[in-house]
């Protein structure tokens, strides 16, 4: 029984996989694969780590409950985005080897010369504590109350990396006006937005302390500082986007490569 699927799904310039690539490989407990250029059929494409490694860009090998990532490149830094939380995403130093990859969905970011590359990865369910053996029942982390508007101005900030764009893409106080709009629109002034941000980094968040930024720094340290804060800790997630009203789309998009698939059955694996 498979607990590891690989799938190389194109690449980020927005060229889909090649049809008729073979882009799937499907790896067992303790089996390794190497994620290689194929210029044949342009696509990243994979073989038995037994073989010679010819042209390999990483190892990947299948544990009983998680998979880890061998680095093969003496100077290219890659990293493995979390497919299931925007803004999470482990650097891998080059030459670094077997390091454990902590997400059940995930997506490789490998640089080859053709251009950089996008390999999905489907590993083992993580394994949880039952609830009762659970040490400590109440958080620790701030509190937020998402009913008050300085919720929905976080929710707003945290989107763009919440829907998969890089981290430090953090939307101006002009974008945030634009995004919450609607019924929040009278409400929603440059002053008004600037207060609910200084409210979360002084009073909620706390980022000032840690986040080292002394004045004359940069005017949107605050911003960036309280994304970073809510997106470690889990106090933003994808299900708060439904908070804020629909997008709007002006045309037809093709999707990009870093979208995330539709979610996987737990069921027969």
């Known amino acids: 029984m498979w607990n590891v699927t690989l799938q190389f ?14 882009r799937r490989h499907e ?6 694969v190497v994620i290689r250029y194929d210029p044949d059929t ?22 009983g409950d998680h998979w880890s990532l061998t680095n093969l490149h003496a100077e290219d830094t890659y990293f493995v985005e979390n497919m299931e939380v925007g803004g999470e995403f482990v650097k891998v130093a080059p030459r670094r080897q077997d390091i454990p990859i902590p997400f059940e969905l995930a997506r490789l970011i490998l640089p080859v010369p053709r251009g950089t590359g996008v390999v999905n990865v489907f590993g083992p369910e993580p394994r949880f504590l039952d609830a009762s053996s659970a040490a400590e029942r109440t958080t620790n982390w701030p509190r937020l ?28 106080v002009m974008e945030v006006i634009t995004r919450l709009g609607g019924r ?10 600037n207060h609910h941000i200084d409210y979360l980094a002084t009073h909620k968040l706390r980022v000032s302390e840690w986040a080292g930024v002394s004045d004359g720094k940069r005017s949107y340290w605050k911003r ?12 933003v997630k994808e299900t708060h986007l439904g908070l804020l009203p629909r997008r709007q789309v002006t045309g037809p998009q093709e999707p990009a490569p870093s979208s995330a698939p539709a979610p996987r059955s737990r069921t027969g694996r």
């Open 224 to 235: 960036e500082a309280i994304v970073a804060m809510a997106l470690r800790s889990g106090l």
């Open 42 to 63: 342009d696509s990243l494409g994979f073989s038995s780590a037994t073989r010679p490694r010819p042209a390999g860009v990483a190892v990947v090998t299948a544990h």
């Open 184 to 193: 929040f629109s009278q409400r929603m002034s440059r002053a008004a937005v």
């Open 145 to 172: 109350d998402e009913r008050c508007l300085y919720f929905r101005v976080l929710v707003a900030l945290c989107e763009p990396q919440l829907r998969g764009s890089p981290p430090g893409a953090v939307p101006t």
């Open 9 to 22: 799904s194109g690449w980020l310039t927005g060229d889909s996989a090649p049809s008729g690539t073979a």
């Open 27 to 32: 790896l067992t407990e303790d089996e390794q």
